[in-house]
């Protein structure tokens, strides 16, 4: 039993098995009851909280609030990595289109592959011509960069504009870090990807 | 403060609190060392760039209670760059960082051939004139010979009979003569062996002179190889796309 609680704490990001082992025993030292609210709470979020079935985004109906709003232009898509990025570039204001979360960046030392995002996804909803330009808004770092590569090479075939936010975005950091007037200069001077 | 300075390759990085990173290296003089970049995810970090996977860099450490603390760094090469604008070399890149990551299995014990193999490695895969795959495989072979577990592919493993020689084996540590032959053990084909001799060797024109066609064979003896002398599978090893 103890065994099973260390090997599925041990499957979370960043937990390593002596941290999966400390946070195991911290659990077992624990009150009852804190443990129990700690429970409450992981339920809650997967019962309350849920992906957008389109875009991939955060929501709480089936679809998230951006897909849902008449007012988005549906001839753009932005592809990013996370949530949290979309919060970052709707701050700054300068896009009018809509999402594609991919759930991560590809990164095979840490098991991740292209399968393992929504890129199925994203290539199902450019099925139709709606869409006529995506943007690349990948994090700015190794990971990001190769993962905006792979999707190149996907997308370029279907014949519509691929862009990638402007250099200027310092390459290493998280999209989220950026502040509103780089990252809105960015999406302003972005590029074709061309080879 | 007390410092001390290295040359390094960026292996891995995770992400640690808000804006931090885990970084781990493998040195020229201290062998595997893990320390954090502060602030490295904000992206006005000044050195953030430069602690990317695949990044050759002079770097200043600072001793720290549990883990070492990221001072300094400089680039020595941008093998990031290139090898990220290539999806086949980013990924046949990666599986050679983490094999270097699991062949120098304690931190801060020196490995001074496995680093010079691995920036040499990079360097190449860097470079774009050699087939990504081709240098993934050779890397594969000499780490692993570094590592004590050379594999023979021309005389027997067992008997030291002179070769070339049909059946491989990879517990048996490379081909075997007839009279040592163990069962289940492959027979891939001459050419296959040939290309497998020279990528051990580093031997290029050797290597590059055998027929395309037997490399995929020669990649499925390496990975054998390899999985028998790990103990747990190399995960990025299946998203390399050859
Ligand atoms: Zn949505």
Redesign the pocket.
């Known amino acids: 039993m103890v065994q099973d609680l260390i090997d599925e704490l041990g499957r979370l990001p960043g937990v390593g098995p002596k941290s999966a082992q400390r946070i195991a025993f911290h659990l077992l030292s624990t009150d009852p009851t804190d443990v129990r609210r700690l429970a409450g709470v992981l339920m809650e979020v997967k019962d309350r909280v849920r992906f957008?079935v389109?875009?991939?985004?955060v929501?709480e109906e089936e679809?998230?609030r951006?897909?849902r709003d008449p007012r988005r232009d549906l001839t753009v898509l932005c592809v990013v990595e996370e949530s949290k990025d979309v919060i970052a570039i709707e701050r700054t204001r300068e896009f009018r289109g809509?999402?594609h979360v991919l759930g991560g960046a590809i990164s095979p030392i840490e098991g991740i592959g292209p399968d393992e995002l929504r890129i199925r996804e994203l290539m199902q909803r450019l099925a139709d011509d709606t869409v006529t330009e995506v943007i690349l808004a990948t994090d700015p770092n190794l990971e990001g960069e190769a993962t905006a590569t792979y999707l190149t090479r996907m997308l370029r075939p279907l014949g519509l504009r691929v862009t990638r936010l402007a250099s200027g975005l310092p390459v290493g950091g998280d999209l989220e870090y950026a502040d509103e007037v780089t990252l809105g200069r960015a999406f302003e001077g972005r590029r074709s990807v061309d080879d | 403060m007390n410092l001390y300075r290295d040359e390094a390759v960026v292996l891995r990085t995770q992400k640690l609190g808000e804006a931090d990173r885990i970084i781990t290296f493998l040195t020229r003089n201290t062998g595997r060392v893990r320390a954090v970049g502060k602030g490295v995810r904000r992206t006005k970090s000044k050195f953030g760039a430069r602690l990317e996977p695949f990044m050759h860099v002079d770097v200043q450490f600072a001793r720290g209670r549990t883990l070492d603390i990221v001072t300094q760094a400089e680039t020595l090469s941008p093998f990031g760059e290139a090898i990220s604008g290539d999806y086949a070399r980013y990924t046949a890149g990666t599986a050679m960082l983490e094999t270097a990551e699991r062949l120098v299995v304690e931190e801060l014990e020196p490995a001074l051939q496995q680093y010079l193999l691995l920036v040499g490695a990079l360097r190449v895969l860097a470079g774009g004139e050699r087939d990504g795959s081709l240098v993934l495989d050779s890397f594969l072979l000499r780490s692993l010979a570094v590592a004590g577990y050379a594999p023979t592919f021309g005389g027997c493993a067992r008997c030291g009979a002179p070769g070339p020689h049909r059946s491989f084996s990879a517990g048996a540590g490379g081909m075997l003569c007839g009279s040592c032959r163990v069962p289940g053990a492959a027979t891939p084909a001459a050419e296959t062996v040939v290309l497998l001799g020279a990528l051990l060797a580093g031997d290029w024109p050797t290597a590059e002179a055998v027929d395309p066609r037997f490399r995929k064979a020669a990649s499925g003896v390496v990975a054998a190889y390899l999985q028998w002398h790990l103990e747990r599978s190399l995960r990025s090893l299946v998203h390399v796309e050859r």
Request: hydrophobic share 15%; net charge positive.
């Open positions: 957008c389109t875009c991939g985004n929501a679809q998230c951006i897909c809509r999402y």
